[in-house]
């Protein structure tokens, strides 16, 4: 085999592992995007957050689980969440652990919900503001500034 063609291989092994990074990345965003879109909908329509919840999609985190969850790298940093301290828990956590742990809190909704337990209002907001997180962080902007109401 001669060096041309084991570089070329290596390269293209690589570009195609750089793709489905940046693949599976976009979809997880995409659909991160579309839960806070749908959540926010759905409060302004009067939904119960038990129909909330059942309408949430994990397709694209399905699929990136069952390739390997293969996503942008990056550990959560003060930048992304300044001013926000409730998220200080999830500080240096990398990017991968903050996906499963968001999706993960959408199973637990979605079990607590088919056991009877309906009323999950608290937690549907919790999970919002995961949801918002995770979105900012994967697209490695700041959350944004919290604003502030003035006095009377």
């Known amino acids: 085999m001669s060096l041309w063609k084991t570089l070329f291989d290596f390269v293209d092994k690589e570009r195609t592992r750089f793709d489905n990074?940046?693949?599976?990345?976009?979809?997880?965003?995409?659909?991160?995007?579309?839960?806070?879109?749908?959540?926010?909908?759905?409060?302004?329509?009067?939904?119960?957050?038990?129909?909330?919840?059942?309408?949430?999609?994990?397709?694209?985190?399905?699929?990136?689980?069952?390739s390997g969850l293969r996503i942008r790298q990056a550990t959560l940093s003060t930048k992304i969440i300044e001013g926000y301290k409730e998220f200080d828990k999830y500080l240096g956590e990398p990017s991968d652990v903050l996906v499963k742990k968001l999706y993960m809190k959408i199973t637990v909704l979605r079990k607590l919900i088919n056991a009877g337990k309906l009323d999950q209002d608290l937690k549907l907001k919790s999970l919002f503001r995961l949801l918002m997180l995770v979105h900012f962080h994967l697209a490695a902007k700041p959350l944004p500034k919290a604003k502030v109401k003035a006095k009377n």
């Open 21 to 66: 990074v940046r693949h599976d990345t976009h979809a997880l965003q995409f659909e991160i995007e579309s839960n806070i879109h749908f959540i926010v909908d759905g409060l302004a329509l009067k939904l119960s957050a038990a129909d909330i919840i059942n309408g949430l999609e994990t397709k694209a985190f399905e699929h990136a689980m069952s």
